[in-house]
Structures are given as structure tokens and as C-alpha cells.
């Protein structure tokens, strides 16, 4: 769990950064699928593929079925929640999204899905963690300035992307 204590945190990390750490990992459990993955998806000699495999399978789009290479750094943004929050376990709202679901979810819920989600880049995820406050979530995601942050106080969950960074939504209580 030392892992990102030693990194810098910009992103992306490089290869003399990734050398100095050890095990990464994450637990999540997707609320639509109630699968669960316990993961080292990093070790000292960078990210581990056959986990990003298994990572990209639990995080594929649950309507479709569809599989997407999700960007690692989100996997990076997540562990260093996970420490700063000191909860391990995120429960999975929305990872990647086909086009089609995205379309979907567009007319179903209306403005709150972005037309180009990043959802459909593989470089977003929607998130609870669980035994902390989203709000806490929310603030910590936010200190770590490392992509876009929006803020789902009604539904009680986080986005977080590897995309520029911004805020949106409720950012205060």
C-alpha cells in the first residue's frame, strides 16, 4: 500500500518512478454485475498486463457486453483515492461505455451523460469507495488535480477521468 507514496503526482508516471515502488493494488465490486476483483495491477516493474486484462474485462460496458483497453492512469488515480481515503474497496457505477449505451443512457437520464463521454474512451469511471463519505471522495479526488471530477451527491457516486482537469457538479457539502 506504499505505492504512490514514492510517486510523483503527475501523470503519466515513467519508468524510473514505477521502479521504485511495490505492489499496487485495488478491490472493487460493480454494482450491476456483482462481480468482485481484488487486483495488484502495478508492480515495481510497471503495470502488469494480465491484470489490466481482468480489469478491462470486470470494467466493460454491463449492457452491451463490450470490452474496451481502459487508460491505466485511471487505475493510478484510483489507488492513490483509495490511500488517501484509507477504504479499499470501490464499488463500480459506470466504467466503459459503448457508443450505443452512451446513446442509450443519453435519452434515458438526459443531460447528465456528455454526448462525448470519456466513458467511451475507456477513460473514465463512475465510483463509490466504500466505508467512505463521497464527499470525502470528492475532496480527495479533487487535491489530487490529476483529471476531471464530477460530483453525484443525489446518486452517492464519484466520476473521475484521465482527461483534463476540471469540476463539475456540487462541490460543497
Known amino acids: 500500500m506504499k505505492c504512490l507514496a514514492t510517486l510523483p503526482l503527475a501523470l503519466p508516471f515513467s519508468s524510473a518512478s514505477a521502479a521504485s515502488v511495490g505492489s499496487c493494488q485495488l478491490k472493487f465490486h460493480h454494482t450491476h454485475t456483482d462481480e468482485r476483483l481484488a487486483i495488484a495491477f502495478r508492480d515495481s516493474s510497471g503495470y502488469i498486463n494480465p491484470a489490466l486484462e481482468r480489469l478491462n474485462w470486470l470494467l466493460r460496458d454491463h449492457v452491451s457486453g463490450e470490452m474496451a483497453s481502459i487508460d491505466p492512469r485511471l487505475f493510478d488515480i484510483l489507488h492513490a483515492l483509495s490511500l488517501s481515503c484509507g477504504s479499499e474497496t470501490f464499488e463500480i457505477i459506470s466504467a466503459y461505455r459503448s457508443p450505443t449505451t452512451n446513446a442509450m443512457l443519453r435519452k434515458t ?65
Open 109 to 173: 437520464k438526459g443531460r447528465g451523460v456528455a454526448k462525448h463521454s470519456l466513458h467511451m474512451d475507456a477513460r473514465a469511471i463512475d465510483v463509490r469507495l466504500v466505508g467512505s463519505n463521497t464527499a470525502r471522495l470528492r475532496d480527495a479526488a479533487v487535491a489530487l488535480g490529476l483529471g476531471g471530477v464530477g460530483y453525484y451527491p443525489k446518486s452517492d457516486f464519484l466520476h473521475v477521468d484521465t482527461g483534463d482537469v476540471r469540476v463539475w457538479g456540487a462541490m460543497r457539502g
